[in-house]
């Protein structure tokens, strides 16, 4: 039983940076790809960044891009997002989702969804003040 756990988030000043994890625990082996979303109160989550772990293939939102990056451990049972010179419209709930197979072909898309996604987090709260 594969559970992840989201970390990192808080308070951060705009211009500044904050990596966010996403810790696999369980049969982590099996997870295929990994991804962010995140969520403004009262709006519906959207993908902000994902990455197919075999092949290394990332998409990046547009809101994001060029300021984001993913790693992995090298273990790649951990899933890291970092993203800089923050700004005050990266204040979100953010959650980390995964899963195996045919759902992982449209996890790297802009229509990626969350829900789709076997695996999910609790989300971490990240709030940015300018």
């Known amino acids: 039983h594969v559970q992840l756990v989201e970390s990192g988030g808080g308070p951060a000043q705009a211009g500044g940076s904050l990596r966010l994890s996403c810790a696999a625990s369980g049969h982590a082996r099996s997870i295929e790809c990994m991804g962010w979303f995140r969520q403004v109160s009262g709006k519906g989550r959207e993908v902000v960044a994902s990455i197919h772990k075999a092949t290394g293939k990332t998409y990046y939102a547009d809101s994001v891009r060029g300021r984001a990056t993913l790693s992995q451990d090298d273990a790649r049972t951990t899933l890291y997002l970092q993203i800089n010179d923050l700004k005050p419209e990266d204040s979100a709930m953010y959650y980390c989702?995964?899963?195996?197979?045919?759902?992982?072909?449209?996890?790297?898309?802009?229509?990626?969804?969350?829900?789709?996604?076997?695996?999910r987090g609790q989300g971490t709260q990240v709030t940015v003040s300018s």
């Open positions: 989702a995964a899963d195996q197979g045919l759902s992982c072909w449209g996890a790297l898309t802009s229509t990626a969804r969350f829900d789709d996604l076997k695996l």
